[in-house]
């Protein structure tokens, strides 16, 4: 039974940081492109941070490039998503997904239960 559960959300102070997990089961996230999703309250989902595990190629979407990033631990079989000097509007659910290549969210074959981020000011 594939899973993906994702853990570390929480609330945090607009400037701290936050660091994000999500582990696998049922698969190894190995030759995947795996990432993070963001969708905040009356938006639309939007892609935050991926990573080739094949070979580590590297997505930041530019509302969080410098601020957040994405790291894989083959050994662990997990994925993390460091995130710093948040922002208010960094407030939204995150997931983590996985997909066997570059493709657009919708096409992403697993999916994790989300994780709420709250910044407050």
């Known amino acids: 039974d594939v899973q993906l559960q994702a853990s570390g959300g929480g609330l945090a102070q607009a400037g701290g940081s936050l660091r994000l997990s999500c582990t696998a089961s049922g698969f190894t996230f190995d030759d995947y492109v795996i990432g993070w999703f963001r969708q905040a309250p009356g938006k639309e989902r939007e892609g935050v941070g991926c990573?080739?595990?094949?070979?580590?190629?590297?997505y930041s979407a530019d509302t969080v490039k410098g601020r957040f990033a994405v790291a894989y631990d083959n050994v662990k079989n997990a994925m993390y998503l460091q995130m710093n000097r948040l922002e208010r509007e960094d407030t939204a659910i995150y997931y983590c997904?996985?997909?066997?290549?570059?493709?657009?969210?919708?096409?992403?074959?697993?999916w994790g239960q989300g994780t709420q981020v709250t910044v407050s000011s």
């Open positions: 990573i080739s595990t094949s070979d580590r190629v590297t």
């Open positions: 997904a996985a997909a066997r290549s570059w493709v657009t969210p919708r096409q992403y074959d697993y």
